[in-house]
Nanobody, 123 residues
Framework: QVQLVESGGGLVQAGGSLRLACVAS????????MGWFRQAPGKEREFVAT????????YYADSVKGRFTISRDNAKNTVYLQMNSLKPEDTAVYYC????????????????WGQGTQVTVSS
C-alpha cells in the first residue's frame, strides 16, 4: 500500500483559493489513479475529483466543476487540488486516495487513504 499525507488546508474567506497537496510514500503513484474526497460535519464522505495514472483524464463532481482542478506530478509522487472561488459549502475535511484500478468516483475503488486536511471557508 502507499502512504498518503495531505497538506494545504486552512481557513479562507469565501471567494478565496487554496491548494491542497497529497504526498505519497512507500510506492510510486505513477501506476495509481488518484482521487480527492471530502466529508463535511454530519455528512457522508463525497467524491470531489479524480485523475488517471497518466494525468490524461480527469473527472469532477458537479459541485466543484469549473472551480477546482486536480493535477499530479508523478516525479514528485504528489497530487494537487487547486480550489478557487471557494464557498462556505466547500467546508470539509479533504482526503486524498489512491487506487490501482481505473479512476472513479466511488470510495470503494480506492485502496489507500490519507488522514485528511481541514478546509474551512467563512462567509
Amino acid at each position: 500500500q502507499v502512504q498518503l499525507v495531505e497538506s494545504g488546508g486552512g481557513l479562507v474567506q469565501a471567494g478565496g483559493s487554496l491548494r491542497l497537496a497529497c504526498v505519497a510514500s512507500g510506492r510510486t503513484i505513477s501506476g495509481y489513479a488518484m482521487g480527492w474526497f471530502r466529508q463535511a460535519p454530519g455528512k457522508e464522505r463525497e467524491f470531489v475529483a479524480t485523475i488517471s495514472w497518466s494525468g490524461g483524464s480527469t473527472y469532477y463532481a458537479d459541485s466543484v466543476k469549473g472551480r477546482f482542478t486536480i493535477s499530479r506530478d508523478n516525479a514528485k509522487n504528489t497530487v494537487y487540488l487547486q480550489m478557487n472561488s471557494l464557498k462556505p459549502e466547500d467546508t470539509a475535511v479533504y482526503y486524498c486516495a489512491a487506487g490501482e484500478g481505473l479512476s472513479g468516483s466511488y470510495d470503494w475503488e480506492y485502496d489507500s487513504w490519507g488522514q485528511g486536511t481541514q478546509v474551512t471557508v467563512s462567509s
